[in-house]
């Protein structure tokens, strides 16, 4: 009370120094007060021809007649509810937000109203430009996301009719590997063994572009059983020591810990193992190290592959699972034949199992890539 009693002299003051527009009314919806606010807003009325007067002189009769204000304040007046705002807009696109309280005195009841004004002209068209841009901003996602699905549903059809002819041109590869259409010459059987590589290497992209639009329409399928993930390393492992060995690379698997069996796909989780592996040999120099680390951990094995290879930017490293990712400088994922979609795919194995996925590198020291499986 007494911080109250000491202000009290000022009251005047403080209402004028006010920044909103004041104005108090009586039951007649006559003006018995306007604040410093109003006149500075309205240049063309002092105060004589204004007190006294008819709401209608502060307002014009169109503005009153289309929010029905003087209806709200009778309202007020009746029930002494506070009427908690509206817009009000003025000609020349000038808005306002009004708020109405009732004023007791004493056991009199009520006999004034006090209505605040705000001038909100700026906070409306800042408020209209961000929801233009709102409107803009969510037609061209619904563009992108449109263009996205036709480019998705490209690679998806083109998988499934590229399979078809070279699965029948594998076939004849075979034949002619087993002698079924005739003997081969030793130079014959040695273009054969480079038709063959290539064409498994068209069919590993035609896998890759077909896990890609499966992971995009969530249809991959997990099969999980009990796997254990160090023999499913070491399978991968052994299937690419020989292009490991190509580069006299040392290759190491470290198992920490009891490993017990998990719930997973054995296929995928493979599939995963082979995407990082193949990376590793390809961006490690020869004669370099790689290693595989699986630690046993509360509530889930974390594995870790080491190289001491080329490494990754830091500008790069959050974006290096996207697909047709290509790292700054030089292409990545030309050099290694693959689309840019393995590291993708095996993102996507992964958070499928609910675990997850990162690299840590830096240039020339080598990357760690690392994900973890749920024992769950």
């Given amino acids: 009370m007494k911080g109250i009693e000491s202000v009290r002299g000022y009251q005047e003051e403080i209402i004028e120094a006010i920044p909103s527009t004041i104005i108090v009314v009586n039951r007649s919806l006559e003006v018995l007060y306007a604040n410093r606010n109003y ?13 006294g007067e008819r709401l209608s002189r502060v307002i014009p009769p169109m503005l009153i007649e289309k929010t029905r204000i003087d209806d709200k304040i009778r309202e007020v007046f009746l029930t002494g509810t506070p009427f908690d705002g509206d817009q009000l807009r003025y000609p020349g696109g000038m808005f306002y937000f009004y708020k109405i309280y009732p004023l007791k005195e004493g056991e009199e009841g ?11 002209t700026e906070l409306t068209r800042l408020e209209e430009e961000l929801r233009d841009s709102y409107v803009k901003l969510e037609n061209a996602y619904a563009e992108l996301k449109e263009n996205d ?30 002698g079924m259409l005739g ?24 896998e890759d572009m077909l896990d890609t639009s499966r992971l995009e329409s969530r249809k991959l399928k997990i099969h999980k059983s009990p796997i254990k993930v160090d023999e499913i390393a070491r399978k991968a492992l052994d299937e690419l020591s020989r292009l490991a060995g190509l580069k006299e690379q040392a290759v190491s698997l470290t198992v920490a810990g009891n490993l017990l069996e998990i719930d997973g796909d054995g296929r995928r989780i493979k599939q995963v ?104």
């Fill in 110 to 120: 009520i006999s004034k109203v006090v209505i605040f004004m705000e001038n909100i």
């Fill in 39 to 51: 006149y500075a807003k309205s240049v063309a009325k002092r105060e004589r021809d204004v007190l």
């Fill in 183 to 206: 003997e081969l010459g030793e130079i014959q059987r040695e273009k054969i063994q480079i038709i063959r590589s290539q064409i498994e290497h068209m069919i590993r992209l035609v």
């Fill in 273 to 376: 193992f082979n995407n990082l592996l193949t990376n590793a040999i390809k961006y490690t120099p020869n004669k370099g190290k790689i290693g595989v680390i699986i630690r046993d951990e509360p509530g889930q094995v974390r594995v870790s592959i080491v190289d001491n290879g080329i490494g990754i930017a830091k500008k790069d490293q959050s974006r290096i699972f996207q697909k047709f990712f290509t790292g700054s400088g030089s292409s990545l994922t030309r050099e290694s034949g693959r689309m840019g979609l393995g590291l993708a795919i095996a993102k996507g194995i992964v958070e499928a199992h609910e675990g997850r996925i990162w690299v840590e590198s830096e240039i020339g020291n080598g990357s760690t890539f690392i994900f973890t499986l749920p024992k769950i």
């Fill in 149 to 178: 699905e036709m480019k998705s549903e490209f690679i998806s059809t083109a998988s499934h009719e590229l399979r078809t002819p070279l699965t029948v041109i594998n076939s004849y590869i075979e034949m002619f590997e087993e």
